[in-house]
């Protein structure tokens, strides 16, 4: 049941994607592509590599400790990585990489809402060979200072350091920031700094100066300064995805990558405009903001008209996907 709904929520988005997003196949890196490993059934972040231009890293929404380095060339699984020196990830959630070179997975969520009071980091340096390989990782254990909460981004900071997270929930979560360094030896508190809307992933422009945060049905960037949302965000093309899941800027800053769950599920490059975060989209993306829970679009999106049907269908099978998918998970 679970997989044909989540066919269904893809065959939607398939139908609905607009045709300014479609890319003949080339051998460019860093261009829209299909990740082809059967073992990806449930991509839940999406961070450019560093080391390897034209690498995406990424892993399922899964308790197994597994790493895959993507080459976006071809679509194909070209490093997997295991993870040792942690313990049983619950629900990995988001990667990320930071100015020191490592990788940073986030595994913060918490379908319950508040069942667990604490969630859990990991990092460690990227490999510098691509190849199957164990990787040792150092786990940092996190609480919120208001209490649990469920998240399903983590962003660093390409300048400072600082790992952020951003809780997920209906009614608006919270941008939490960790301490100035992470401490493996005690509880790293993340504080609540601003507010957000439904977040399912995020990512910092390679610069520093932009936070990029999506929903199901949208995304915003954000102006960054002095750790904070310094406004109130624009509204980017993200694509119409059955279940979008990730987000992460190319290594240039020049693009967008947007990815979602699903076997053989396809990232999409959205080219950013010129002008910095108050440019407006192109004409040929959806645009409007993110809305405060999955039911809810923006009426006033001026990239939905003609597509409002299709859109609330595809609305209806991404609320469909995820409430099953959180029975699944309570069983």
């Known amino acids: 049941m679970r997989s044909a709904l989540c066919a269904l929520g893809a065959a939607a988005a398939l139908a609905l994607l607009p045709a300014g997003h479609a890319r003949a196949e080339g051998q460019e890196p860093d261009r829209d592509f299909t990740i082809e490993d059967s073992r990806i059934t449930e991509s839940s972040g999406l961070a450019a590599s560093r080391a390897h231009p034209g690498i ?21 699984t070209v490093a997997t ?26 595994d913060i969520g918490d379908n319950l809402d508040g069942s ?4 859990w980091i990991y990092r460690f340096p990227e490999p510098k060979q691509l190849k199957d390989q164990t990787v040792r990782a150092q786990q940092y254990v996190v609480k919120y200072a208001d209490g649990a909460r469920n998240a399903e981004a983590l962003m660093v900071h390409p300048k400072t350091g600082r790992v952020y997270i ?18 493996a030896s005690g509880t790293n508190v993340f504080r609540r700094v601003g507010d957000v809307p439904w977040v399912t992933d995020g990512a910092f422009s390679p610069d520093g100066d932009r936070l990029v945060l ?4 949208s995304a915003k ?8 949302l310094a406004d109130e965000g624009t509204a980017v093309g993200a694509p119409f995805q059955g279940q979008a899941e990730s987000v992460t800027y190319t290594t240039d ?32 993306e959806a645009s409007g903001g993110t809305p405060k829970s ?8 001026p990239g939905s008209g003609s597509a409002t049907t299709g859109f609330l269908v595809l609305a209806g099978a991404t609320v469909l996907v995820v409430g099953v998918k959180r029975l699944l998970r309570k069983q």
């Open 56 to 76: 995406y890293w990424t892993h399922n929404d899964q308790d197994a400790p597994l790493i895959y380095g993507i080459d976006s060339r071809t679509g194909k």
């Open 81 to 106: 990585l295991t993870m040792a020196g942690v313990g049983t990830p619950r629900d990995m959630e988001a990667i990320a990489v930071g100015p020191d070179g490592a990788l940073y997975v986030g």
């Open 116 to 119: 667990w009071d604490h969630v």
């Open 166 to 183: 951003a809780s997920k929930n209906e009614d608006g979560g919270g941008l939490y920031a960790g301490p100035e360094h992470l401490s």
């Open 214 to 217: 999506r929903g199901y049905f």
């Open 221 to 228: 960037e954000y102006a960054w300064k002095d750790g904070r």
């Open 253 to 284: 800053g020049s693009a967008f990558m947007f990815g979602s769950e699903g076997r053989n599920s396809r990232v999409v490059r959205v080219d950013r405009t010129s002008g910095g975060p108050s440019a407006k989209p192109k004409p040929t």
């Open 294 to 301: 999955p039911a809810a679009a923006d009426k006033n999106d």
